[in-house]
């Protein structure tokens, strides 16, 4: 059984183009790694595999046993609003991964005035850190963070980057930070990988078995 997220020579591609050629990567329990690259260079699909959302064409993806019935890692994207039902209140939002918020009211990442709330009466940064909670009340043993913070103004960044390498630091987590931005990275992660850097194989031609597999 194993305790590391890791991917094993991952290969993907989207219709016809390989994005991924043979990327290795491992996250450690309780690890905060930044993973850097420029735009459309695969970071967001590296992501997706490793949390399982995505199937890889070629390669492993492993990761532990999870603490409840949720995926171990668990993937919080920058787009809030797409990733939560606008028609459901917060509170129920919140219900649907844990039935006791308690948690992440605890943690000030969420504020009980917001259960009765709906997504669309929230700002951009405050249901940032409603998904946030989400992921966090799954008990994940892995966050992967793919540019959560990215629209956000500063303040709010801090606020929830704080939160997050708290519960880090508590060991209650690894974590993956997925950026452009290498400021950021430098602050938060204690290891940074190069996208490029994880690629065993460059120039590789495409195959003939390209597809493209949703999880
Ligand atoms: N659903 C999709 N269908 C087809 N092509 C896609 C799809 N999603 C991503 N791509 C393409 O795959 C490549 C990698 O995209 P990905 O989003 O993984 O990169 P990224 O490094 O996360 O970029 P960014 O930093 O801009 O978010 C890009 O060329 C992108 O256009």
Redesign the pocket.
């Given at each position: 059984m194993t305790d590391t997220l890791r991917g094993a020579g991952l290969w993907f591609a989207?219709?016809r183009d390989w994005?991924l050629r043979d990327v290795s990567i491992q996250v450690s329990p309780g690890e905060i790694v930044g993973l850097w690259?420029?735009?459309?260079?695969?970071?967001?699909?590296?992501a997706r595999l490793l949390t399982g959302r995505l199937r890889p064409a070629r390669g492993t993806v492993s990761m532990p046993a999870g603490r409840g019935r949720a995926r171990s890692a668990q993937l919080v994207l920058q787009q809030a609003d797409q990733s939560v039902n606008p028609r459901w209140k917060i509170g129920r939002i919140l219900a649907e991964a844990a039935p006791d918020p308690a948690p992440v009211l605890d943690s000030g990442l969420v504020f009980p005035d917001w259960l009765g709330s709906f997504p669309h009466e929230l700002s951009g940064g405050e249901l940032q850190r409603v998904n946030l909670a989400r992921a966090l009340l799954c008990r994940p043993l892995f966050v992967v963070a793919d540019?959560i913070t990215a629209s956000l103004d500063a303040i709010t960044q801090v606020q929830i980057w704080r939160i997050i390498l708290d519960g880090a630091a508590r060991g209650d987590y690894g974590v993956l930070a997925?950026s452009?931005d290498m400021p950021l990275l430098d602050a938060v992660a204690s290891r940074i990988l190069a996208?490029e850097d994880l690629t065993a194989r460059r120039g590789v031609l495409p195959g003939p078995d390209v597809r493209h597999d949703e999880a």
């Open positions: 989207y219709h994005v690259g420029p735009s459309g260079c695969g970071k967001s699909t590296l540019e997925v452009h996208m």
